[in-house]
């Protein structure tokens, strides 16, 4: 978390403002650079692995664009005329072991110039819980045929992930599809049949089969079919490698191609593929990698 005028009182905000922008532009603070120092924030304040992350860069000078680089991704950010804030969404893989993680911003100036600045950002280990789950056998011992339904949809979900939308299609604040309470958090440690072990990357809803299921934001429905694992499953593209997914359901209300608003019925819930009964798991993906919807939703999102 960087220092914040908001906590300072409201009679020394402004001298302080002014003298902050005085340091700024002689080019004090940061790596001892000539340029101007940006005010970097993100949310949570409080970073873990398995979490979305947005940050937000606010930049004294007018700017034409911002992007960074945030282990091993590439994050481009959005302006936002209201808040006056570049914004840009990222994550923090579950595997992420805790450290200190540089966050890379470039910063394009309107003559063509550029600016960096490097900040090592803190991430802190996550704990999630441990469940047995008991599933029927098909699931975890696959005959040849199941085998082949499983490799066949290998394909397709690799076709899908490859197929990212390089323009932001989200955008605002991420809405809960359906309006029910969680029945499994995200990163669950699983443990079925006590044979094969897996993390729960998704959150789960308590509702019973056909609950109406709506999309968490803007995007493009790049994928309305049965799944072996997945079930009936719908995945929507956000933009920018941001994928939302929808398993178990048992009705398409959108099909593959479709354009999306956030809110939008796109299916009804139900138990299909693997469920232990009817629920409606919601996954996020960022650029492969899933992180946690609870706090995606959780998120303030800049006006756009
Ligand atoms: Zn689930």
Known sequence: ???????????WRRQLAVLLIGLAAMGVGGQGRTHQVPDLNWQPISLTNGSPVLFEVKAPAKLHAVSAAWMEHSINFSYSATDKVWYGLGGISLTTVPGAYDLRVTETFANGRTAEVVRKIKIVGATYPKITVKVSKQYTEPSHEQLTAISADKGVKAKV??????????????????????????GTARVFNEKVQSRHQGLDFAVGPGTPVHAINDGVVLLARPMFFEGNCVVIDHGQGLLSLYLHLSEFKVKEGEEVRSGD???????????????????????GVYINPAILLKIQIPAS
């Open 265 to 287: 019925l796109i299916a009804l819930s139900g138990g299909t593929g693997r469920a232990s009964g009817p629920h409606l798991h919601l996954a996020i993906r960022w650029q």
């Open 1 to 11: 978390m960087t220092f914040s005028l908001m906590q300072v009182p409201g009679k």
């Open 161 to 186: 992930f490859e197929a990212v939308s390089a323009q932001r299609l989200w955008a605002g604040r991420f809405v809960a599809p359906v309006s029910a309470p969680v029945s499994d958090v995200f």
